[in-house]
């Protein structure tokens, strides 16, 4: 057999060339009143005016304009005169300084705001540093600076995202250079002034702050990007010059220093109720008639939800919407660039906010934004949210969509979520008419606001006819073989190795069936173990995570659902949009889009609270095998296949979704919500609502640290 094709590592999700400041978004009106944040640049004569150019774009672009840009040079340029004459905000400062330290000092003297940013020159910024870095700093007022995880980019790509840790930190610097300091704490370290131009005066200040009782706080995004060279990377920090300065200092830092950082889980109480934030500044954009959506998403990774929530985003984008993000749920970057490219900013809380405070920020992002609707899907501290937020906003329209339903988490998942609150609600779309029935009829939903949109694909991209790169190499692994894919989640109500054991089943039939599991979860090394315990390494392979599953679609014979909840799979419409028919377990909505022209659908023995319970029925593994074998057949001898793909361009794309979602939220937000006034007036039951919710979910957080 060939050699099994190499997978895609999650890590590579991160594109080291989304670089900040690459162009100017003029998106935000800039209001008058004192800046709330100075931020620092001392520049010498060898800088490249290019970097220069995009470190302002990175500046300009930020989604919190209340900053002043002070760049301290010491001799005359035309260039810097050009640059400070773009913007109001950038403060051209010429002075002899003997070194970076004394200059760096007396642009802090001239600063206006109380927050001070430190952006050596080359470096760039992610959009949203500074509203994070000034609403983290503004909700924990005991912490004395602040920084993010950096993105190392020039002549090396690396992400940097590693705790804080005061024993660490003593031996070598692990804290961002660029960072938000307070004023006053800048100023009281001793002899920084003192510091040559060699010096690692960002590890001096860190030490000295610490040794103070100065608590750190660090954000979990990557919000800071240093610009590296070959050069830089070979220079050695003068260790020596910090520990003489310091002495006694360094040993009597304190290990335990209390650190804010936001892979831990704080505490909510009840004391602790919503505010509303007011820095007496109008909207950061224009009064017009632009369509503004804020989304409230649980995350961004790869599933079936996220990748709809990224297609939907795409298309309203497309259409002329400007879009916010927040997410409430800690994840990696799997997807977030994606999405970022088509919205005007993206704000994870987990990563710099402690949950008692993201209510108050939310709140802020809609009166800042001026957002005219909101839309929710699968984010659970969302459902809890959202009727707080509704007695702020009466006139704005909010409306969810859900998936699926889930008996086995909290007695029905999201629809009952949204049950609970649909009073709050302008209107509720589901991915299947399957799911508006059962929340009408199973969960006695009373407001008919129900609406199903199918989520649909793109069937211009999920076409067997195109050139994809490395379909050659998986032909050549399976030659003469008839393939099953797998493609999804790894988890146990996926249940794959369900699927493992009706290929074994297959191949007592026919020797030429495989099994292709491609996807990643908690249980993969679990059915990694069981393929190699039972001696099934021909038969079955798990190719991990794949940025691109068409090459597997256009090998494959048929593909293979056997979970036990779903609403209606993403998978079932790429793979009928490939051409590869499909049998399915009868769960959901499959059955509004699988039938005997395109595969077969067998109901579940099992229920989804069932999904540990490994000891499947022989007769439904022999169902499954039967239908593929049918399957198999008709692949062979009729033109099933060609019947799967023109199911999907006739009902079910992704621009007939986003036409009918558009349409939806053009009527909401021209009419404005229907929702009662009166129901909006008891707003200490949304507190309440709102702070149960959030006090049970912080204890439940804390235990599993």
Not at 20 to 45: D, Q, Y
Not at 46 to 66: A, G, H
Not at 487 to 499: E, N
Not at 607 to 627: L, V
Request: proline residues 3%; contains cysteine.
């Amino acid at each position: 057999m060939a050699k099994i094709p190499t997978t895609v590592d999650e890590m590579q999700y991160f594109d080291f060339y989304c670089e900040p400041g690459k162009e100017v978004n003029n998106r935000i009106s800039i209001s008058s009143g004192l800046p709330l944040i100075s931020v620092i640049t001392i520049c010498n004569l060898n800088f490249d005016r290019e970097n220069i150019i995009q470190m302002m774009n990175s500046l300009k672009n930020q989604t919190f304009p209340y900053w002043e840009w002070i760049i301290v040079i010491n001799i005359e340029d035309p260039f810097f005169h050009e640059i400070s004459s773009m913007d109001n905000r950038i403060k051209l400062i010429i002075n002899d300084y003997e070194s970076i330290a004394k200059a760096k000092i007396f642009a802090v003297n001239n600063s206006i705001a109380d927050l001070i940013f430190n952006f050596d020159e080359n470096n760039l910024l992610d959009k949203t540093i500074f509203e994070c870095g000034f609403f983290t700093l503004m909700f924990n007022s005991e912490a004395s600076f602040a920084y993010s995880n950096i993105v190392e980019f020039g002549s090396k790509g690396l992400l940097v995202n590693n705790n804080l840790n005061i024993s660490e930190e003593k031996k070598n610097n692990i804290i961002s250079s660029g960072a938000f300091i307070r004023k006053n704490k800048f100023l009281e370290v001793e002899n920084y002034d003192k510091l040559s131009d060699n010096a690692p005066r960002a590890w001096y200040v860190w030490l000295d702050m610490l040794s103070r009782g100065s608590i750190p706080l660090k954000m979990g995004f990557y919000g800071f990007w240093h610009r590296n060279s070959i050069e830089s990377l070979n220079i050695k920090e003068n260790r020596e010059k910090v520990l003489n300065l310091l002495g006694e200092k360094i040993n009597n830092l304190d290990d335990q220093t209390e650190i804010i950082q936001f892979d831990d889980s704080y505490e909510v109480d009840y004391k602790n109720v919503p505010i509303k934030i007011d820095l007496r500044r109008d909207p950061i954009v224009p009064k017009d008639n632009k369509k503004r959506i804020l989304f409230i998403l649980p995350w961004s990774v790869v599933g079936g939800a996220d990748i709809f929530n990224f297609n939907l985003i795409k298309g309203l984008k497309n259409k002329g919407y400007e879009i916010s993000v927040i997410t409430t749920q800690k994840c990696d970057y799997a997807l977030r660039q994606g999405i970022e490219q088509y919205v005007e900013e993206y704000f994870d809380l987990t990563s710099f906010l402690k949950r008692k405070d993201w209510a108050s920020f939310i709140e802020y992002i809609i009166r800042s934004r001026r957002i005219n609707l909101v839309f929710l899907s699968n984010s659970y501290y969302g459902y809890y949210v959202l009727p707080w937020l509704k007695c702020q906003f009466k006139d704005i329209p909010f409306v969810d969509y859900i998936h699926a339903e889930n008996w086995t988490l909290r007695n029905g998942g999201f629809p009952k979520d949204s049950n609970a609150i649909a009073d709050y609600l302008d209107a509720t779309y589901t991915c299947t008419s399957h799911l508006k029935d059962v929340m009408y009829e199973d969960m006695k939903r009373s407001v008919k606001n129900v609406k199903p949109v199918y989520i649909g694909t793109d069937p211009s991209f999920f076409d067997p006819n195109i050139e994809i790169e490395k379909v050659n190499e998986l032909a050549e692994y399976y030659k003469g073989k008839k393939v099953i894919l797998f493609p999804s989640r790894i988890v146990h109500y996926k249940r794959p190795l369900f699927a493992i054991k009706v290929i074994k089943k297959i191949t007592e039939i026919r020797d030429d069936v495989r099994l292709a599991i491609v996807g990643d979860g908690v249980a993969l090394e679990e059915v990694k173990r069981y393929i190699i315990d039972n001696n099934l390494q021909d038969i079955v392979t798990c190719f991990g995570l794949q940025q691109d599953v068409r090459p597997f679609y256009k090998i494959a014979s048929a593909t293979i659902i056997c979970s036990l909840r779903e609403g209606l799979t993403l998978t079932t419409y790429e793979s009928l949009s490939m051409g590869v028919p499909i049998v399915s377990a009868d769960i959901g909505g499959q059955s509004e889009l699988i039938g005997e022209d395109c595969g077969e659908l067998i109901k579940p023995y099992q229920t989804a609270d069932e999904q540990f319970d490994f000891n499947y029925s022989d007769e439904e593994i022999q169902k499954y095998a039967d239908a593929l074998l049918r399957v198999l057949n008709k692949s062979e001898t009729t033109n099933i296949k060609e019947n799967c793909r023109k199911k999907i361009i006739k009902n079910f794309t992704i621009d007939k979704m986003v036409e009918t979602l558009d349409k939806e939220f053009r009527k909401n937000i021209k009419s404005g919500s229907r929702v009662r006034k009166n129901l909006l007036s008891n707003i200490e039951l949304a507190e309440r609502y709102l702070l149960v919710h959030s006090v049970l979910e912080s204890k439940d957080e804390r235990k599993k640290y």
